[in-house]
């Protein structure tokens, strides 16, 4: 698959129209990360999320994505990926977060992390879902066993609906070793999250899956987008 630099035209023009300062350089920090949009649908109170098959994250509840084909925007991956995993037709869509994302093989990423309200109905029943799809009412999302990063990131995908402590501590359950490590990186000078924020966000994975080294930081004030792919 591509990585970060077969892209770096179209990402500079996407960025440009975003007005986020970021360069290449900044994104993609290895050669292995490939570049893939993420999606938290919203309808009705419920979040949509996934129970993964496969690596990354297998076994662990997260939101429906994939990677971007050679000449696709992150927006116009976003559409697709929606369509094909989940049958629903994305038309309004907020960029949240850019991560860049290092580790062993399978969790070296760039991605472009979406919250998307849909009213729409599903667009067709030929989808193929990469797991288990279920609609889980938002203020239960933290209580579900889910990838160590999206734990440290739900506060700023969804702000204002948890504090990170909250999320730490509805993931005790599921792994009570967790908490110790997600609470020490919360501890570090971490921003406040801002609805009125896109972030950049820099992280580092250890080989038991879980994130070891975490930096976010605000880019400018989000936009809510028309799909332009």
């Known amino acids: 698959m591509p990585g970060v630099h077969e892209f770096a035209g179209l990402l500079r023009d996407y960025l440009g129209q975003l007005q986020l300062p970021l360069d290449i350089e900044q994104l993609g920090s290895s050669p292995a990360q490939k570049l893939a949009s993420i999606g938290w649908i919203e309808r009705g109170g419920r979040v949509l999320l996934v129970q993964r098959r496969q690596e990354p994250f297998a076994g662990r509840w997260t939101a429906p994505g994939g990677k971007l084909e050679l000449g696709e925007t992150p927006p116009a991956a976003l559409i697709r990926e929606m369509g094909e995993e989940t049958g629903l037709i994305v038309r309004r869509f907020h960029l949240r977060l850019i991560t860049s994302e290092t580790g062993r093989a399978g969790y070296n990423w760039v991605t472009f992390v979406f919250r998307c309200p849909v009213t729409?109905?599903?667009?067709h029943m030929s989808f193929r879902p990469e797991g288990v799809l279920a609609w889980v009412p938002l203020p239960v999302v933290p209580q579900r066993c889910l990838p160590s990063v999206d734990r440290l990131l739900l506060p700023y995908i969804f702000?204002?609906?948890?504090?990170?402590?909250?999320?730490?501590?509805?993931?005790?359950?599921?792994?009570?070793?967790q908490g110790a490590g997600l609470a020490r990186l919360f501890s570090h000078d971490l921003p406040i999250p801002d609805p009125a924020a896109v972030y950049f966000a820099q992280i580092r994975y250890g080989d038991d899956q879980q994130v070891e080294q975490l930096q976010i930081c605000p880019l400018r004030p989000a936009l809510s987008r028309s799909p332009n792919p």
């Open 120 to 123: 729409e109905q599903p667009a």
């Open 159 to 177: 702000p204002g609906v948890w504090r990170p402590e909250d999320v730490i501590a509805a993931g005790r359950g599921c792994e009570p070793d």
